[in-house]
Each structure stands twice: as C-alpha cells, then as structure tokens.
C-alpha cells in the first residue's frame, strides 16, 4: 500500500517540470491526481493519462480566471469523488520576458505593462483564485493540505528578476497568512521550493547554466512532497522546505526539521 492511498490531488501546471515530477510521485505512492495545465498542454496531460493510467485525470483549465480553478475543483470532486491536496505549482519564469534572463538581464523599467500582468497573473493570481477555491471544501471536510511552489530568497531579490522574484515573494507571503486564516480547521498552508535552479522550461539561458546536469533536478521535490501530502505533517503549517536539502536516507519527520524553516519574511 502506498502511504497516500485514498488521499485526492490537485496539481497545477501538471505537464511539465516539476508538475510532472511531482504528480508522477504522488500517483507512485497511491494518490490519485487531478492535473491541471493549460489547452496548450493537452497532449502532455493526455501522454501523461496513457502512462500512469486510471489514477490521473487530466483537466484542461486556465486558473488565472476563477472559472479556470472552480472547474479544476469540480474534476477532482465529480471524477475523483473528493479533494485532500492542492499542489499550486503552476508559473512562469523570467524566460517568458527574456530567454537571456541571466547572462542579459531586462530591468524594471524596460518591462512592458502586459510583461508585469501576464507573470502575476499566471504566479500569484492562479495561487489564489485556487486556494479561494478549494479552501472551503478542505475546512469543512476537516483536513487539507495546501502547498505553494515559491522559490530562494535571494532569487526573489535578483536584479534583472522583476516581476518573477515579486511574485514569487507575494505567493510567500500569501502563505502564511493562508495559514494564520485556516489555523485550527485542520487545513496547512506550506511552500515547497526546489533550492536552486532546477531543470525546467523556466531554465532557458544556456550561457548562463551550459550544463543542466548541475540544475536542481525535478524529482527532488516529491519525497518532501509526500511527506507534507501524508497524515505524517499534521499541524505543521506556515513552513518552508527545500527540496535540495531534503535528505532521503533518513526518517521523514528529521529530514523536514533539516530542510525547512519559517515561511516567510520573519
């Protein structure tokens, strides 16, 4: 048996990277997973269904809009029957401003307006409207988990980083105080971030990074996934983990105290 039989995921931006690492793991340890990507990414929703069979359903949704994020609600709880996890991983990186984003920075001011909204929209607003979404249904069942995919300090505070690195330290914020709201109903608020660059779509500057083998690879993520996933992470809440620094040889509970710390700014 899999230490997440019975329990029901959402994962966003599923298709690729660490979505599809992360889904990959949860199914792997008995879950099963809704997982949700734009109409772009059909046919890697859809390859991703063929392989890992009857556990995943697919759901083609676009969450920056609160119709996107109640019908990804609605596929977990008419397919799936109920909803245990949210897994906000959905985002862009600074590859969408400037594929050069390290080695050739764009500053601040050289952003159009459309640049800052489409990256807010896609990393902080679709963290919301899916959390606003599935809260409700989380309280009221008693137990819930929310995990928000953020990133480093430093790199929220990189010059040539705007508007990734504020949005990224909104969703960090907004963790915590989605934790202090639900305190008491069962349901935690934590971030989960990889720890370093990691070997993602986002990734796109090869003058910066020639070898992707030194990247963060994505499967790092789902053993401190599975652990904050499972009945294991009761009452903890408003944490930060990093996958990096996750160690996988050691008990589960002592690996969270090595890799995490206080979420947010404090």
């Given amino acids: 048996m899999g230490t997440l039989d019975s329990k029901v995921a959402i994962v966003t931006g599923a298709a690729g990277g660490l979505g599809r690492a992360m889904t990959e793991g949860l199914v792997g340890a008995g879950a099963r997973v809704v997982g949700v990507d734009l109409a772009a990414a059909a046919e890697g929703l859809a390859a991703m269904a063929d392989r890992l069979g009857t556990s995943f359903m697919p759901c083609v949704a676009d969450i920056t809009e609160d119709a996107g994020a109640q019908a990804a609600l609605a596929c977990a ?11 906000n991983n959905a985002g862009v990186g600074m590859q969408r401003i400037n594929p050069r984003f390290a080695s050739n920075p ?3 001011w050289q952003l159009t307006p459309a640049q800052w909204h489409s990256v807010i929209e896609t990393n902080v607003t679709s963290q919301f409207l899916m959390a606003r979404a599935c809260a409700p249904h989380l309280m009221q069942q008693g137990w819930g988990r929310i995990i928000n995919v953020t990133t480093s300090y430093f790199t929220m505070q990189l010059p040539g980083f705007c508007p990734y690195g504020p ?4 969703c960090e914020a907004n963790t915590v105080i989605m934790s ?16 370093g660059p990691a070997d993602t779509a986002m990734v796109t500057d090869d003058q910066m990074w020639p070898d992707r083998s030194k990247l963060v690879q994505p499967r790092k993520m789902v053993a401190p996934l599975l652990w904050l ?38």
């Avoid at 202090?180 to 720890?195: E, F, H, R, S, Y």
């Avoid at 903890?236 to 996958?243: G, L, N």
Wanted: hydrophobic share 50%.
């Fill in 167 to 170: 949005s990224k330290a909104a």
């Fill in 180 to 195: 202090q709201d639900m305190a008491g109903t069962g349901v935690t608020a934590n971030v989960l971030i990889p720890g």
């Fill in 77 to 87: 709880l008419e397919q799936a029957g109920a909803l245990h996890v949210l897994v």
């Fill in 106 to 108: 764009t500053r601040f």
């Fill in 229 to 266: 996933a499972s009945e294991q992470s009761n009452g903890v809440s408003a944490r930060r983990f990093i996958a990096q620094l996750w160690d996988e040889s050691i008990d589960p509970g002592a690996a969270a105290t090595l890799a995490g710390a206080a979420a947010g700014f404090c």
